[in-house]
């Protein structure tokens, strides 16, 4: 149609061959068609770039890097490019219903407060399942993100971030994530916090987005990887916002680098405590459990052997 808002979506890729091509397929054949397509591979190790670079459609731009930005650094490259009037983003082993993005830029449309715009998802992958509640309204969605960690209503499962539309004034304000979380977990959640502060936002309560579950997956990665600041990153995020909501303290900013030394190492210092009761409280069950009490018994004739021979 004519006169339809231009709509970018950026596809980042990170050595998601076997799931890349359903992804852009599932954006290529969207019944909204004015879009432009940034498909990003961020120094794949595998054939992402080859299935990328098969695809001819002159919608797609491909941006190619040679040392992995770990997202972060890649997709604000990109979003300093797009000209679209809103931007959608795509996981690359995810893939969209058809109708996802025409559904979300209708909600801009009907609505011209909106800075940001879900969608319903369904889990695939290692379970099948479509969460039973989720934040839906703009009160709800400020709820999750900027009460995050100290939400009202416990019952509501987190939302999906790559179902996630927002508007190009959104985006020049906010400009992307934050360099800080480069390598860390929770970027979404801050950008989408940030978005909140200033606009309002709202979920299409239909399921628009398959989301994956894949144990090889970025985040799976960055969580069971041995990354030492994933293992406290979600605590960290959690008083990053509480100060800026509660206490309007931005420890983001250079002026308060020192507050935000402060808030790490404490963030650091009760994911190690937690970490430890946690090994405590698993041997504790392990030695309380039958299978160790029946092994002490079997073994205890060769702790009597070994303590007579050894005298």
Not at 12 to 27: D, G, L, Q, R
Request: net charge neutral; glycine share 4%.
């Amino acid at each position: 149609m004519e006169n339809e808002p231009l709509v970018s979506v950026i596809i980042p890729c990170y050595n998601v061959s076997p799931y890349v091509e359903k992804a852009i397929h599932s954006i290529l054949d969207q019944t909204y068609s004015n879009l432009e397509i940034f498909i990003i591979d961020d120094a794949s190790t595998d054939d992402t770039l080859q299935k990328i670079q098969s695809f001819k459609d002159n919608r797609i731009i491909i941006k190619q890097y040679k040392t992995n930005t770990q997202k972060i650094g890649a997709v604000n490259d990109v979003l300093k490019e797009v000209k679209g009037d809103f931007i959608a983003f795509q996981d690359a082993d995810d893939w969209s219903e058809s109708a996802r993005i025409e559904k979300q830029v209708n909600q801009f449309l009907k609505d011209k407060k909106l800075g940001i715009c879900f969608t319903r998802y369904k889990y695939f992958g290692e379970k099948e399942s479509v969460p039973g509640k989720v934040a839906l309204t703009n009160d709800e969605l400020r709820d999750e993100f900027l009460s995050f960690g100290n939400k009202k209503n416990k019952e509501l499962e987190a939302t999906v971030c790559g179902t996630m539309m927002i508007s190009a004034a959104a985006l020049e304000l906010t400009k992307g994530y934050h360099d800080y979380f480069k390598g860390r977990v929770g970027e979404d959640i801050h950008w989408v916090y940030r978005i909140l502060k200033s606009y309002e936002g709202i979920t299409v309560p239909e399921v628009l987005y398959h989301y994956r579950l894949r144990n090889n997956s970025l985040t799976h990665l960055q969580l069971n990887s041995g990354n030492i600041k994933a293992a406290y990153s979600w605590e960290l995020l959690e008083k990053i916002i509480y100060l800026d909501i509660h206490k309007n303290i931005d420890v983001l900013k250079e002026a308060d680098k020192d507050k935000l030394n402060a808030i790490e190492l404490e963030a650091c210092e009760n994911a190690l405590s937690k970490h430890i009761k946690n090994s405590q409280l698993i041997q504790l069950n392990y030695q309380n459990s039958a299978s160790y009490k029946l092994g002490r018994i079997l073994l205890t004739p060769f702790f009597f052997v070994r303590r007579f021979w050894g005298k």
